[in-house]
């Protein structure tokens, strides 16, 4: 999906004044704002004086609230280092199919777009190559374009042939560079994909359902490179292979994977739900489709 961030193949940013709007937004939650107050809750807890409501803090209270911050970033880290791992099993997986296609494959069409086999892989090593400052750069040199900045970013990653594009695929698998810190939204990147050039290639693998959750717990909480919120929003989705669950009002139920991939615009998963939510979400999903065309 996406990406540079922003995916053609998945959905696409609509405005500029949006897209700014989401650039701002990342550079104030990495903006370095001193606190010259030193009651100030922005500060480390290790080094305040006084709690919320201005009492004195011990330094056993104030250890404990930094023992308990210092708890919250390792779960975090340790959350975080399992998307990863997932992201990288993926991407591997996808790499072994990619590895037995001849010529007539690469140049199949895919569900992403115009896009055929190797533009998608080319794609998808062009988002694990992009830091936050190149994709801001890359971006800005587009005009906030986000067609122009995925086109000339595959093309960058494609290589002479099919074989070239897939070693250079090979190189990212293990790459953790992303423009954010949305990393559920980068391996919802790589397992939409893959499917968007397995499933017109009637390729057996899917992604395990462990990677297919946290990607659709994602999706169903907001639009990123996708309008998936947008999407589910007054359906409740649940998934009949895995735990996943979210919402509330006509059931759509269906593998986790259609789940997914009807959230990320894919109509022809759509076939694959069951429940009278159905017909609502098959008419936004086919409604964006034919916009985006």
Same mark, same amino acid.
């Given at each position: 999906?996406?990406?540079?961030?922003?995916?053609?193949?998945?959905?696409?940013?609509?405005?500029?004044?949006?897209?700014?709007?989401?650039?701002?937004?990342?550079?104030?939650?990495?903006?370095?704002?001193?606190?010259?107050?030193?009651?100030?809750?922005?500060?480390?807890?290790?080094?305040?004086?006084?709690?919320?409501?201005?009492?004195?803090?011990?330094?056993?209270?104030?250890?404990?609230?930094?023992?308990?911050?210092?708890?919250?970033?390792?779960?975090?880290?340790?959350?975080?280092?399992?998307?990863?791992?997932?992201?990288?099993?993926?991407?591997?997986?996808?790499?072994?199919?990619?590895?037995?296609?001849?010529?007539?494959?690469?140049?199949?069409?895919?569900?992403?777009?115009?896009?055929?086999?190797?533009?998608?892989?080319?794609?998808?090593?062009?988002?694990?190559?992009?830091?936050?400052?190149?994709?801001?750069?890359?971006?800005?040199?587009?005009?906030?374009?986000?067609?122009?900045?995925?086109?000339?970013?595959?093309?960058?990653?494609?290589?002479?042939?099919?074989?070239?594009?897939?070693?250079?695929?090979?190189?990212?698998?293990?790459?953790?560079?992303?423009?954010?810190?949305?990393?559920?939204?980068?391996?919802?990147?790589?397992?939409?994909?893959?499917?968007?050039?397995?499933?017109?290639?009637?390729?057996?693998?899917?992604?395990?359902?462990?990677?297919?959750?946290?990607?659709?717990?994602?999706?169903?909480?907001?639009?990123?490179?996708?309008?998936?919120?947008? @999407?589910?929003?007054?359906?409740? =989705?649940?998934?009949? +292979? /895995? *735990?996943?669950? &979210?919402?509330?009002?006509?059931? $759509?139920? %269906?593998?986790?994977?259609?789940?997914?991939?009807?959230? @990320?615009?894919?109509?022809?998963? =759509?076939?694959?739900? +069951? /429940? *009278?939510?159905? &017909?609502?979400?098959?008419?936004? $999903?086919? %409604?964006?489709?034919?916009?985006?065309?």
């Amino acid at each position: 999906m996406d990406l540079g961030v922003f995916d053609t193949g998945i959905a696409k940013i609509r405005t500029r004044d949006e897209c700014c709007a989401t650039l701002m937004a990342r550079f104030e939650r990495h903006r370095c704002t001193p606190a010259a107050n030193p009651h100030d809750r922005r500060l480390d807890p290790a080094l305040r004086t006084t709690d919320d409501a201005g009492r004195p803090m011990t330094l056993r209270s104030r250890h404990g609230h930094s023992n308990t911050a210092r708890m919250w970033v390792d779960m975090a880290k340790s959350r975080d280092d399992h998307l990863w791992a997932l992201v990288h099993a993926e991407r591997s997986a996808l790499a072994e199919d990619l590895s037995d296609l001849d010529a007539e494959q690469w140049r199949h069409p895919t569900l992403c777009g115009k896009w055929d086999v190797e533009e998608v892989v080319a794609h998808l090593t062009a988002a694990a190559s992009l830091n936050q400052w190149r994709w801001f750069q890359s971006m800005l040199g587009a005009r906030f374009r986000v067609d122009v900045h995925n086109q000339r970013r595959m093309v960058e990653h494609r290589g002479s042939d099919p074989g070239a594009t897939l070693t250079q695929f090979k190189a990212i698998i293990a790459s953790t560079t992303a423009p954010s810190g949305h990393t559920p939204a980068y391996l919802g990147e790589v397992v939409v994909h893959a499917q968007d050039i397995r499933q017109p290639l009637a390729l057996p693998r899917t992604p395990h359902v462990d990677a297919l959750t946290p990607v659709a717990d994602f999706f169903a909480r907001r639009n990123f490179t996708v309008a998936s919120r947008t @999407a589910v929003a007054g359906l409740e =989705l649940r998934a009949d +292979d /895995g *735990p996943f669950g &979210a919402g509330a009002g006509p059931l $759509v139920t %269906g593998s986790t994977l259609a789940l997914v991939m009807s959230m @990320a615009g894919r109509a022809p998963y =759509l076939d694959q739900l +069951d /429940g *009278p939510g159905v &017909a609502t979400l098959r008419a936004r $999903v086919q %409604g964006d489709t034919a916009q985006s065309r």
